[in-house]
Nanobody, 117 residues
Framework: QVHLVESGGGLVQAGGSLRLSCLGAGKSFSRGAVGWFHQAPGKQRELVASMGSAGATNYADSVKGRFTISGVNADNTVYLQMNNLQPAATGIFYC???????????WGQGTQVPVSS
């Protein structure tokens, strides 16, 4: 069983920054891929950033140049650095993990990020 816990969310003003953390237990993140999803109020979850087992990263066009995913260290923690946050980023950010070629099957409880204009 894989258990994920996100932290680092909170109220931020437009243009500000936050760093989210995802702590994983039960399996090393290096055995698969980690993703960060964003769910705006009333909308579906969307993948904004991911990191594969070899360290390759991918970003949604809407966050390129502003968000950075990093980590998979000895503490089995992945980070999402978010800069120049805009009100559209308001919502819940979820950490998720998948093993190699499977689908994302493990999810954290999410962390709230309200961005004020």
């Amino acid at each position: 069983q894989v258990h994920l816990v996100e932290s680092g969310g909170g109220l931020v003003q437009a243009g500000g920054s936050l760093r989210l953390s995802c702590l994983g237990a039960g399996k090393s993140f290096s055995r698969g891929a980690v993703g960060w999803f964003h769910q705006a109020p009333g909308k579906q979850r969307e993948l904004v950033a991911s990191m594969g087992s070899a360290g390759a990263t991918n970003y949604a066009d809407s966050v390129k140049g502003r968000f950075t995913i990093s980590g998979v260290n000895a503490d089995n923690t992945v980070y999402l650095q978010m800069n120049n946050l805009q009100p559209a980023a308001t919502g819940i950010f979820y950490c998720t993990f998948r093993i190699l070629c499977s689908m994302y099957a493990y999810w954290g409880q999410g962390t709230q990020v309200p961005v004020s204009s």
